[in-house]
T-cell receptor, first 111, second 115 residues
Framework: RKEVEQDPGPFNVPEGATVAFNCTYSNSASQSFFWYRQDCRKEPKLLMS???SGNEDGRFTAQLNRASQYISLLIRDSKLSDSATYLCVVNGGTGFQKLVFGTGTRLLVSP | DAGVIQSPRHEVTEMGQEVTLRCKPI?????LFWYRQTMMRGLELLIY????????DSGMPEDRFSAKMPNASFSTLKIQPSEPRDSAVYFCASSLHQQGAHEQYFGPGTRLTVT
C-alpha cells in the first residue's frame, strides 16, 4: 500500500464549479499535512498547510480527519488558473522533516 | 529573495557519462532535500541533509548515485555512470526547522535525459 494515495483524475470542471479532492495516508504517526500545487513542467509549490481544526484560504478549504487518516481539499468558484496537479503531502512520522508526496490529482478547469 | 537555485536546467548526456547536478538552497535554511520525479513513480525523496550532514539516504537508488553538501549554500547530486532509466526531473528543496513548520521550497528542477 502506498503511504499517500490520491485519485489521479483528471477532474474536468467548468469555471465557477466547486471541486473536492481526497487523500488517504497510511502512517498514523504523521504530524504535518500539506497540499502542494504543481503546474505542468514546473516545481511543486506549497498551496496550504492542513491543520487539525481545518483551515481556509480564500477559495480553498483543507480538512484533516486523523481517525480515518484522510485529508481533503475543496476549491470553490474554480478559475482557469486553478488547472494544475494537486499533491497531497504528509510528513514521514519518524523524521518530521521527511515529506511523503502523493502522486497527485490533476484538475482541468474549462471555460 | 532568491529561491532555491538549480543548475543546469536541462542536461542531455549519453549512457555511461558522469552527470553532476547542483543546488543552492535558500539562505538560512538548514535542511536540503534531493527528489526525483517521473511519470511512473511520482516524486521520490532520494536523500536529505541537516546542517550539511546526510541524515537519510535510503532513497538513493544504488551506488551510482552520490550526494554531497560541502557547505550550507551548496549541494551536488552525482550519477556515475548514468543510465537511460535515470532520465527524470531532479528537484532540490530546502526548509527551515521551525516548530510546527516543515514546508519545503523547491527549485525549478533539472530535466535529465540519458540516451
Amino acid at each position: 500500500r502506498k503511504e499517500v494515495e490520491q485519485d489521479p483524475g483528471p477532474f474536468n470542471v467548468p469555471e465557477g464549479a466547486t471541486v473536492a479532492f481526497n487523500c488517504t495516508y497510511s502512517n498514523s504517526a504523521s504530524q504535518s499535512f500539506f497540499w502542494y500545487r504543481q503546474d505542468c513542467r514546473k516545481e511543486p509549490k506549497l498551496l496550504m498547510s492542513v491543520y487539525s481544526s481545518g483551515n481556509e484560504d480564500g477559495r480553498f478549504t483543507a480538512q484533516l480527519n486523523r481517525a480515518s487518516q484522510y485529508i481533503s481539499l475543496l476549491i470553490r468558484d474554480s478559475k482557469l488558473s486553478d488547472s494544475a496537479t494537486y499533491l497531497c503531502v504528509v510528513n514521514g512520522g519518524t523524521g518530521f522533516q521527511k515529506l511523503v508526496f502523493g502522486t497527485g490529482t490533476r484538475l482541468l478547469v474549462s471555460p | 529573495d532568491a529561491g532555491v537555485i538549480q543548475s543546469p536546467r536541462h542536461e542531455v548526456t549519453e549512457m555511461g557519462q558522469e552527470v553532476t547536478l547542483r543546488c543552492k538552497p535558500i539562505s538560512g535554511h538548514d535542511y536540503l532535500f534531493w527528489y526525483r520525479q517521473t511519470m511512473m513513480r511520482g516524486l521520490e525523496l532520494l536523500i536529505y541533509f541537516n546542517n550539511n550532514v546526510p541524515i537519510d539516504d535510503s532513497g538513493m537508488p544504488e551506488d551510482r548515485f552520490s550526494a554531497k553538501m560541502p557547505n550550507a549554500s551548496f549541494s551536488t547530486l552525482k550519477i556515475q555512470p548514468s543510465e537511460p532509466r535515470d532520465s527524470a526531473v531532479y528537484f532540490c528543496a530546502s526548509s527551515l526547522h521551525q516548530q510546527g513548520a516543515h514546508e519545503q521550497y523547491f527549485g525549478p528542477g533539472t530535466r535529465l535525459t540519458v540516451t
